[in-house]
């Protein structure tokens, strides 16, 4: 079973509208400098594991206002055996909400398929073009665009979301976003937190002003059915 590093035991802001813990697993193949979640990503192993038992007993001792879990990361799909960990969670008739950054495709359709998610949010670190750039690894821009087309043809409720940074990603970025994502139910766009961040480098970067942000908002508004600013 994948080892999880992280339990928030009550999230009020991960499932929209839902009661909600929220669990974290390690590793990634991005290396986005703005990521908050160094451990995490970087250097799993220095955390202490969350052991199975006791979230199953966790879950257990919360059957009846608990709603649902939402499981983020680094980026769960990175781990094969995820499919029996959610497993763990519907058999409590839990909801689960899957944060994906989309580079594993074939993996969130298996899950998908299986009826193990019933939400999505995928991050959407840039326009394909700038994919490589913006996250400093390799990725694939197919894979990326494939799991976007997944997700809006699966039936599930789910949004995309992105991390402006200036400098880095702004408003042209998320207009071209837009382009391709036009049509999409639910956009969110997110402030980055210049603490601890993967590059130490982009600690030294003022985040956008909230006028900022709300006018990024405002420019994908056309693309999309309810584009707004995260709630922080």
């Not at 966790?58 to 094969?80: K, N, Q």
């Not at 909801?95 to 009826?115: F, H, M, Y």
């Not at 940074?165 to 139910?185: C, H, N, Q, S, T």
Request: glycine letters at 6%; one cysteine or more.
């Amino acid at each position: 079973m994948v080892a999880i590093k992280g339990l928030e035991k009550f999230a009020p802001r991960d499932f929209p509208g839902h009661i909600a813990s929220t669990i974290f697993l390690p590793g990634c193949a991005f290396r986005c400098p703005y990521c908050h979640n160094v451990d995490l990503v970087l250097r799993p192993e220095t955390l202490a594991d969350v052991p199975l038992d006791f979230f199953i007993a966790f879950l257990d001792a919360r059957m009846g206002w608990l709603e649902g879990v939402c499981v983020s990361g680094g980026e769960p799909l990175l781990h094969p055996e995820i499919e029996g960990l959610l497993a763990v969670i519907k058999e409590r008739n839990l909801l689960v909400k899957l944060d994906t950054n989309g580079s594993r495709p074939d993996r969130l359709e298996r899950l998908i398929e299986a009826g193990l998610v019933d939400w999505i949010a995928m991050d959407v670190k840039a326009p394909l073009a700038r994919y490589a750039e913006v996250v400093r690894a390799p990725v694939d821009p197919a894979a990326v665009a494939r799991s976007a087309e997944i997700i809006r043809t699966s039936g599930l409720q789910h949004v995309f979301r992105t991390t402006v940074v200036p400098g880095l990603v702004g408003e042209e970025d998320v207009r071209k976003i837009g382009e391709w994502l036009r049509g999409a139910p639910r956009y969110r766009i997110q402030s980055f937190s210049p603490a601890r961040t993967l590059d130490p480098s982009f600690e030294a970067v003022q985040p956008f002003s909230s006028d900022e942000l709300n006018r990024i908002a405002a420019a994908a508004r056309p693309y999309f059915g309810e584009a707004a600013v995260e709630a922080l």
